[in-house]
């Protein structure tokens, strides 16, 4: 890799606009060279970083472009093309230049038009792209920045650049292949509508763009921890150091089930724990708070020395019930936004006035109020989604994020009345009635039979409630 200056990292990774405009400026490698001797002191930085590297084809050096930028609405990468004059060998790829994430991630995005074939999709080295409807998987590979179009533009070329031979030497695989390809083209020309595509990412790095205002049934994130192999193939644990760690650590928890003690709601208790993104030993604080009218509920807090990860989560305690819990709250006062909220892991929440709607899992636990979850929602949005130098978005597209983003903006300021619907198959999420105990007329509590799919996705349908 070159040297990078020492800078900002807005600095160094531009907008993908910017630096487009920027490349246009440079001048051209000619006019360049003539004129190195007298501008080489003032000359501003290469937008392009090149570099001599080795071609793997012929074994001569070819030219490797490096190009720092940044993805609207995602965050830093590095665009990489290779060209060697002597054989004609080109490539190009992309990598993350941000850190591994400390969870995976896991998009699935349900295409129903052409507009959604153009969707942006970063896939990294570490992902593995699935389309259900065919059964077809693309393994880990080189990182791209491409659309899903181009997925399936690029599976149909792969497949078909051996058929010619296939059909003679393996008429059985032709045929089968060649069904194959019946179906991806009819998925690129928009006859197989809808169809799903999955990103699955141990790293994190990849992501498929996101529109305003769509369901979590059109678009859905969903982010887990790894495992020990997963954590093993990005680098992160050392195999062998990971083994005899286990083995320490396996005898640590045996002699602290030993002597565990008893819980009590008056204390702050500190128990070793397993650590989700290195799989480490760590420690974690754990203080049972009872909510009035309600349940009790645990604070827990995971700090691990090793990696460095951090976490705060509040769960819900006592047994499953027989039904979920959907709370809908009418939100006409600017006094409700300072009504205590907990929202649990398995808790979606919608409010339909401002097309959002977080599906369960997004944010994790939290207790807080619904003024503060609401500003946290608007944070992630405003820095992770969209922000105001996305200027690779077409005008359209810019103008119903900057809508959505002042809509919300204007319900956490109490600008305008909406509605907030908690939807907890596990009902273990709460939000406060500030006319208690009597009952509250802007608010109703309603019992909700769980779906088989959301009993499936908990694990219930294994269970005996």
Known sequence: MPF???ANSSDIFQPLGSTVEAIDSVPDTADRDQDSENTQENAEPQ?????????MNCHENGTTRLLLTSIPYFREVVLMSFFCPHCGFRNSEIQPAS???????????LVESKEDLNRQVVKSESCDCTFPTISLEIPHQRGQLTTIEGLLTEVVEDLSQSQPVRKHTDPESYDKIEAVLVKIQEMIDGQAFPFEISLDDA????WIELSPGESHEKWSKTEYFRTLEQNRALGLVNADEADEEDAQEREQEEADSAQTPPISNDEVHTFQATCPSCLRRCDTHMKVVDIPHFKEVVIMSTVCDKCGYKS???????????????ITLKVDDPEDMARDILKSETCALTIPELNLDLTAG?????FTTLEGLLREVYEQLDTRVFNETSDSMDPERVERWTSFLQGLQ????????????LDDPLAGSYLQNIYAPDPDPNMTIEEVERTDEQNEDLGLNDLSI
């Open 4 to 6: 990078l200056p020492d």
């Open 99 to 109: 850190e591994i994430q400390e969870k995976g991630s896991r998009y699935q995005f």
């Open 312 to 326: 705060n989560e509040v769960k819900t305690g006592g047994e499953i019930p027989p039904k979920g819990k959907r």
């Open 362 to 366: 997004t944010l994790g636990g939290r």
């Open 410 to 421: 204007d319900a956490i300021e109490g600008k305008h009345t909406f509605t907030v619907i």
């Open 47 to 55: 937008v392009v970083q090149e570099i001599e590297s080795l071609c």
């Open 203 to 206: 790293a994190g790095n990849s």
